[in-house]
């Protein structure tokens, strides 16, 4: 896939993409972390807090994302690692060492190690759209752009 400026990806002609559903991002934190008992919580509450953020090899834009509705709050996230799987970025959270935000699917995962936290914020950045990608066929004629972040 290419890329713009804006971390979000073009797909090819050669690939065909179906938009499946836009979800929600939410907050994934220790579960000792100070706001881990709360139902919902602020963005900004995670300011001082460093964070682990998906490669853009593996979710290309989601970190962009992240950036930007941390911006929208007030902040710039202390990034302090990157993740390439959703096991990954969980064990951050799990081990203590960071915060991070994920689709709100993976909140239906339990672990007695990390709370997931639904974000009060209104950013449009705190939306995801997840789309299924395939090799276009003879006559689609290619795909259209969809963007995948």
Not at 24 to 29: D, F, N, S, T, Y
Not at 72 to 85: L, V
């Amino acid at each position: 896939m290419c890329h713009n400026q804006f971390s979000t990806p073009v797909i090819p002609n050669d690939v065909a993409a179906v938009e499946l559903t836009v979800e929600g991002i939410i907050a994934v934190l220790p579960a000792n972390h100070t706001h881990a008992r709360r139902s919902s919580i602020r963005l900004s509450a995670l300011r001082s807090d460093p964070f682990v953020v998906f490669s853009d090899a593996a979710l290309p834009g989601f970190a962009h994302k992240v950036r930007a509705a941390c911006r929208d709050a007030g902040f710039s996230p202390h990034e302090i690692g990157y993740a390439d799987e959703v096991s990954g970025a969980l064990a951050y959270a799990m081990a203590g060492r960071a915060v991070t935000l994920i689709a709100e699917q993976v909140g239906t995962l339990r672990h007695p190690d990390i709370a997931f936290m639904h974000l009060q914020d209104p950013s449009p950045h705190l939306l995801t759209t997840v789309v299924a990608i395939s090799p276009a066929s003879p006559r689609s004629g290619g795909a259209t752009s969809h963007h995948a972040a």
